[in-house]
């Protein structure tokens, strides 16, 4: 089973599939029980879970713990792999060869640099990494999806003309899919996806819906790190309603004993 080319045929479906995003083990068995198709690592949700802010992971153990996630699942994989080992066209190639040594069906590679400072790479190194990348993941022997991001909207540059310019540069480079997360206006991501041919992946976000983003002609939706803070965000609600209120009302909302039990038993078991 080529889960490469599973993963790809996903993305030219009549409507956008919803990609979860899981930061463990258990999260990854639990949202592939409820019919996700396929998953992807979050670096942020990941990073959070270690106690750790976004960035702070180093490349080794994303590496790892994407194995854990290829491991826990029969679905594709994707990975958040940020910058990847390094900031050159020749640390994106070994990027996709560790992945691809992971198991992993995909993965993104991004134009932020890392630095706060200066967080997007030149457009012309941008450029030179993904092509390296692309290189590396047509020498693989199976199928393997690069995703490649433009990061402007994330980092307090929301040019448009200049992300349109850097994912069409990725497309004719021969990235697979496209990605300018942090969008949340609907008109722009049908900007974006009528400047390319190639499949758009766009950022969950409250004022989207699938059908939106399906109209738009967006092919794959990401949730980035939101299930990750929005699993945080209940627990610090919980904990002001015990300590501040003395109730347990939040425990209603939570999915019972026996479910999770069942449901690690069963994937115990295989």
């Given at each position: 089973?080529?889960?490469?080319k599973?993963?790809?045929?996903l993305?030219?479906?009549?409507?956008?599939?919803?990609?979860?995003n899981?930061?463990?083990?258990?999260?990854?068995?639990?949202?592939?029980?409820?019919?996700?198709?396929?998953?992807a690592?979050?670096?942020?949700?990941?990073?959070?879970?270690?106690?750790?802010?976004?960035?702070?992971?180093?490349?080794?153990?994303?590496?790892?713990?994407c194995?854990?996630?290829?491991?826990?699942?029969?679905?594709?994989?994707?990975?958040?792999?940020?910058?990847?080992?390094?900031?050159?066209?020749?640390?994106?190639?070994?990027?996709?060869?560790?992945?691809?040594?992971?198991?992993?069906?995909?993965?993104?590679?991004?134009?932020?640099t890392?630095?706060?400072?200066?967080?997007?790479?030149?457009?012309n190194?941008?450029?030179?990494?993904?092509?390296?990348?692309?290189?590396?993941?047509?020498?693989?022997?199976?199928?393997?999806v690069l995703?490649?991001?433009?990061?402007?909207f994330?980092?307090?540059?929301?040019?448009i003309?200049?992300?349109?310019?850097?994912?069409?540069?990725?497309?004719?480079?021969?990235?697979d899919?496209?990605?300018?997360?942090?969008?949340?206006?609907?008109?722009?991501?049908?900007?974006?996806?009528?400047s390319?041919?190639?499949?758009?992946?766009?950022?969950?976000?409250p004022s989207?819906?699938?059908?939106?983003l399906?109209?738009?002609?967006?092919?794959?939706?990401?949730?980035?790190?939101?299930?990750?803070?929005?699993?945080?965000?209940?627990?610090?609600?919980?904990?002001?309603?015990?300590?501040?209120?003395?109730t347990?009302?939040?425990?209603?909302?939570?999915?019972?004993?026996?479910?999770?039990?069942?449901?690690?038993?069963?994937?115990?078991?295989?």
């Amino acid at each position: 089973m080529d889960k490469g080319k599973i993963f790809r045929d996903l993305h030219y479906g009549d409507v956008p599939f919803i990609i979860a995003n899981p930061w463990d083990i258990g999260t990854a068995k639990l949202l592939a029980s409820c019919g996700f198709k396929a998953l992807a690592t979050t670096s942020a949700g990941y990073a959070f879970s270690r106690g750790l802010p976004d960035g702070a992971v180093t490349f080794d153990v994303m590496i790892q713990h994407c194995r854990e996630i290829v491991a826990a699942t029969d679905l594709p994989v994707s990975a958040d792999l940020e910058r990847g080992k390094g900031d050159s066209p020749e640390s994106a190639a070994e990027t996709i060869f560790a992945a691809e040594a992971a198991g992993l069906a995909g993965c993104s590679i991004e134009d932020h640099t890392g630095d706060p400072k200066s967080p997007i790479y030149d457009f012309n190194q941008a450029v030179e990494r993904i092509a390296a990348a692309v290189e590396a993941a047509r020498s693989l022997k199976r199928d393997f999806v690069l995703t490649a991001r433009a990061e402007n909207f994330l980092w307090n540059r929301p040019d448009i003309d200049d992300t349109v310019r850097r994912l069409q540069a990725f497309e004719a480079a021969g990235a697979d899919v496209l990605y300018a997360p942090g969008i949340a206006d609907v008109e722009i991501v049908g900007t974006i996806c009528s400047s390319l041919s190639k499949p758009v992946n766009v950022l969950a976000q409250p004022s989207l819906s699938v059908q939106a983003l399906a109209e738009a002609g967006a092919k794959r939706i990401s949730l980035g790190s939101k299930l990750t803070t929005f699993t945080y965000g209940m627990i610090e609600n919980a904990s002001r309603e015990m300590l501040g209120e003395g109730t347990f009302g939040f425990s209603r909302s939570a999915m019972p004993f026996a479910r999770a039990q069942a449901l690690f038993l069963k994937s115990d078991d295989g």
